[in-house]
């Protein structure tokens, strides 16, 4: 067994200590340098005349870093180190603020936005999911954050919005939290992220896709036309409407955008219209390492 290693001396404390603020300002000089080269993107065209903000741009980047990421530094602590990076510049590139559904203190949808983008970007509580799409959708906010779909209420049904294709298009573009190991009084809640964006590929996503249908389809038959297609479903989540009218959220993984096949194969084969592609979002992380 080997022997416990002596204490450092004060010398040795002192070097090291000086180590680490050289380490400190090289990271430093390493961040204003990044900041400069997205300036310059910023004033150029390279990043065309949409939004500064891309999620599935931001979820790669993560992903990357994760994936070399060695040592003891613990991983949920880079995750937020590149988050606050990314935040910061987006920043840089003009006003950035996100609208969040937030009907109450203490729901949780406020601090989770404040996670994912940063405690110093404005995080406007609105009470209906109508009054968030409406500030995206307005340009008064570049980001949405709103609850997980699910059965009852205008807060679990604001999906259906979607479906009217309005101009300008409200994608979903992420959920929410996207590093998924939850600190000890950190927010439980789960959200969708929305923007006036076309989602993008990142290599590991989930699509959203919404359509109506006749009320007496049943999630087995969507299942199986979905896998018919060539489409591995995942949940489905139903609202009835009238005149034996239903819309349909249906997540599916990978990527699809409005001229996938197997769109128009999934409707053929369960007797709906087509399904509109209401948004994707990057899988969230967990705390193992890639294998």
């Not at 680490?20 to 990043?47: F, N, P, Q």
């Not at 729901?107 to 109508?130: C, I, Y």
Request: net charge neutral; glycine share 8%; aromatic share 4%.
């Amino acid at each position: 067994m080997n022997a416990e290693a002596p204490p450092a001396t004060d010398h040795e404390l002192s070097r090291l200590r000086a180590e680490i603020d050289r380490l400190d300002d090289d990271i430093h000089d390493l961040v204003m340098r990044r900041a400069t080269i997205v300036e310059r993107l910023s004033a150029s065209r390279a990043k065309g005349s949409g939004p500064a903000v891309r999620p599935g741009r931001e979820a790669q980047i993560v992903r990357r870093l994760l994936a070399r990421h060695r040592g003891p530094f613990p991983r949920g602590a880079l995750v937020q180190v590149w988050r606050a990076l990314i935040n910061g510049h987006t920043a840089m590139q003009g006003p950035f603020a996100v609208a969040v559904y937030n009907t109450a203190p203490g729901s949780g949808f406020v601090a989770l936005t404040r996670e994912h983008f940063g405690a110093t970007t404005p995080a406007r509580s609105l009470t209906t999911p109508a009054q968030v799409l409406a500030a995206v959708s307005s340009g008064e906010a570049a980001l949405g954050v709103l609850p997980m779909p699910g059965a009852e209420g205008e807060a679990a049904t604001w999906w259906t919005a979607l479906l009217a294709r309005d101009v300008p298009r409200v994608h979903i573009v992420g959920r929410l939290p996207f590093w998924t190991p939850r600190a000890e009084g950190g927010p439980r809640v789960e959200a969708l992220v929305v923007g006036v964006m076309t989602p993008e590929p990142t290599g590991d996503d989930r699509t959203l896709l919404a359509c109506e249908t006749k009320a007496e389809l049943s999630r087995t038959r969507i299942a199986a036309a979905l896998e018919e297609s060539g489409l591995s479903p995942g949940q489905t989540m139903l609202r009835r409407g009238i005149a034996d009218v239903a819309a349909l959220l249906i997540e599916v993984e990978g990527f699809c955008d409005e001229s996938d096949p197997r769109l128009a194969a999934f409707a053929a084969k369960a007797g709906t219209a087509k399904p509109v592609v209401a948004g994707a979002y990057a899988v969230p992380l967990d705390e193992a390492p890639p294998a």
